[in-house]
T-cell receptor, first 114, second 110 residues
Framework: DTGVSQNPRHKITKRGQNVTFRCDPI?????LYWYRQTLGQGPEFLTYFQNEAQLEKSRLLSDRFSAERPKGSFSTLEIQRTEQGDSAMYLC????????????FGQGTRLTVV | GNSVTQMEGPVTLSEEAFLTINCTYT??????LFWYVQYPGEGLQLLLKATKADDKGSNKGFEATYRKETTSFHLEKGSVQVSDSAVYFCALPRGGKLIFGQGTELSVKP
């Protein structure tokens, strides 16, 4: 297993367009997380899945954001009608179920909205 | 609520200097605590962890001791190298997810 994989690595889009990012977790990990990171800040939690079930979504997350994890394998994060404030690094991580277990991160997708 | 506070950066040190990055947390009970590191152009990776109070985590010459009395998990290294230049994040697992501090950027000059 090569770790958590995210695609694309970079995305430039025009304001108002929709974008979709993909995350492939470590195969035996049943938890998958999405975070957003802006310059000079720590990763901010967006949502997480246990297998295919979305267990929590941040209250700060706009309705324009949606995430799926069909069949409990890869996950997609879609942002509709992008805004300049959506420009950030989007990080995916995966882990085993147990509380306090280490999460493994992908290299992220950098989104720039122009 | 649950939160993590780190000392502000950037921190600039000369090679072989002593490093301390402060981290304090707010949480009920005695959670595990982590330090993650993010090298330029790379994803976050776990540097070290402590799973209970008074534990000491260590890796690559870095150490951190989980002190419940002061709710702290300060990161230390006795002699930093240029290759340690990175952003360091303290993290607290809570409610199924990780809560991160804002990160401390370290720059080590030769």
């Amino acid at each position: 297993d090569t770790g958590v994989s995210q695609n694309p690595r970079h995305k430039i889009t025009k304001r108002g367009q929709n974008v979709t990012f993909r995350c492939d977790p470590i195969s035996e990990h049943n938890r998958l997380y999405w975070y957003r990171q802006t310059l000079g800040q720590g990763p901010e939690f967006l949502t997480y899945f246990q297998n295919e079930a979305q267990l929590e979504k941040s209250r700060l997350l706009s309705d324009r954001f949606s995430a799926e994890r069909p069949k409990g394998s890869f996950s997609t994060l879609e942002i509709q009608r992008t805004e300049q404030g959506d420009s950030a690094m989007y990080l995916c991580a995966s882990s085993l179920f147990e509380e306090g277990t280490e999460a493994f991160f992908g290299q992220g997708t950098r989104l720039t909205v122009v | 609520g649950n939160s993590v506070t780190q000392m502000e950066g950037p921190v600039t040190l000369s090679e072989e200097a002593f490093l301390t990055i402060n981290c304090t947390y707010t949480a009920t009970g005695y959670p595990s605590l982590f330090w993650y590191v993010q090298y330029p152009g790379e994803g976050l990776q776990l540097l070290l962890k402590a799973t209970k109070a008074d534990d000491k985590g260590s890796n690559k010459g870095f150490e951190a001791t989980y002190r419940k009395e002061t709710t702290s998990f300060h990161l230390e290294k006795g002699s930093v190298q240029v290759s340690d230049s990175a952003v360091y994040f303290c993290a607290l697992p809570r409610g199924g997810k990780l809560i991160f501090g804002q990160g401390t950027e370290l720059s080590v000059k030769p």
